[in-house]
């Protein structure tokens, strides 16, 4: 993942606030008109000790829309370099994360501090 304050000084990258034990704030992309709000975070796992960098995206004041696979491969490239892979997992539906507060349209990009080279064999 790319420095906090290589992400912060992004000129795609504004609002910024300290919360909920990360970093949130609004990127818009060159180019575009919409906003994306979004918050940045690394996840620890209490059972594996596991930690993960973890960016939710949804798009500002919408309940409606998603952003889509071209939106989310921008965003990548705001919070990781070219050569890190980062995945949007789907999981068991037990372990669904539908959303932050009244947000449903919220896309999930993650990657283990360290890579994911670390869990191939």
């Known amino acids: 993942?790319?420095?906090i304050d290589e992400i912060r000084?992004?000129?795609?990258?504004?609002?910024?606030?300290?919360w909920m034990?990360?970093?949130?704030?609004i990127v818009q992309l060159k180019g575009q008109k919409k906003e994306f709000n979004f918050i940045c975070?690394?996840?620890?796992d209490e059972e594996t000790g596991n930690e993960m960098e973890h960016v939710s995206v949804s798009i500002t004041n919408s309940n409606k829309s998603t952003p889509t696979w071209k939106d989310m491969c921008r965003?990548?490239?705001?919070?990781?370099?070219?050569?890190e892979e980062v995945h949007q997992i789907h999981p068991k539906a037990e372990n669904y994360l539908h959303g932050v507060g009244d947000l449903e349209n919220v896309l999930?990009?993650?990657?283990?501090?360290?890579?994911?080279g670390q869990f191939e064999e």
């Open 21 to 25: 034990n990360g970093h949130g704030g």
């Open 75 to 83: 965003i990548k490239e705001i919070f990781w370099r070219d050569d």
């Open 41 to 44: 975070t690394v996840d620890k």
């Open 108 to 116: 999930h990009l993650w990657r283990p501090v360290g890579g994911w």
């Open 1 to 3: 993942m790319r420095t």
């Open 9 to 18: 000084t992004n000129p795609q990258v504004f609002d910024w606030e300290n």
